[in-house]
């Protein structure tokens, strides 16, 4: 059975910082690309995605040079770095696997900028 | 950006009823659109990719068409399990965007 267990999200102060973790079991993680969508009260956002060796990444404008993509793929983790957080990042925050479209989604960790 | 917009917002329906949900992408996206249902407090379910394939182990009762801007979900005998929201993802071009939803309730 695929798991993705995310982890790591909590209240953080705006220009804060963030790491969320994302587990994987279940499927050949280092196979598949995989990906961070965000919740927020505007709705669904994708946010960054990751080639299977972790060589290639894309995100969207909203998050560019303040968050950061990244896998372990001995460890079968994925990994989100969010610097210098602001309210409108409000939200929660899923890991999926896939580049493109989103086969399975975790259930998601919660982030809260506010002060 | 495309923007994905779909409709209605919202629909009421009953169990048993067939139901068709629609989608539309601001520009061309080929056949390049994914289908969720969102249940609360989950995250969504792929149901459909590539516009009219349906995931392994999703139920038949679930199909998809359209191209280029015009797409539809149809469920054809609404299950209890279904009052949920549903979502449009187009991956045809960076950034990937999603639809505002549709919720499907009783």
């Known amino acids: 059975e695929v798991r993705l267990v995310e982890s790591g999200g909590g209240l953080v102060q705006p220009g804060g910082s963030l790491r969320l973790s994302c587990a994987a079991s279940?499927?050949?993680?280092?196979?598949?690309?995989m990906s961070w969508v965000r919740q927020t009260g505007t709705g669904l956002e994708w946010v960054a995605n990751i080639?299977?060796?972790?060589?290639?990444?894309h995100s969207a404008a909203s998050v560019r040079g303040r968050f950061t993509i990244s896998r372990d793929n001995a460890k079968n983790f994925l990994y989100l770095q969010m610097n210098s957080l602001r309210p409108e990042d409000t939200g929660t925050y899923f890991c999926?696997?896939?580049?493109?479209?989103?086969?399975?989604w975790g259930q998601g960790t919660q982030v809260t900028v506010s002060s | 950006d495309i923007q994905m917009t779909q409709s209605p917002s919202t629909l009421s329906a009953s169990v048993g009823d067939r139901v068709t949900l629609t989608c539309r992408a601001s520009?061309?996206?080929?056949?390049?659109l994914a289908w969720y249902r969102q249940k609360p407090g989950r995250g969504p379910h792929l149901l459909i990719y590539e516009a009219s394939t349906l995931e392994s182990g999703v139920s038949p009762r679930f199909s998809g068409s359209g191209s280029e801007t015009e797409f539809t979900l149809t469920i054809s005998s609404l299950q209890p399990d279904d009052f949920a929201t549903y979502y449009c993802?187009?991956?045809?071009?960076?950034?990937?965007?999603f639809g505002q939803g549709t919720k499907v309730e009783i």
């Open positions: 080639t299977s060796g972790g060589i290639n990444t």
């Open positions: 279940g499927f050949i993680f280092s196979e598949y690309e």
């Open positions: 993802q187009q991956y045809n071009s960076y950034p990937w965007t």
């Open positions: 520009q061309n996206v080929r056949t390049w």
């Open positions: 999926a696997s896939g580049g493109s479209y989103f086969q399975n």
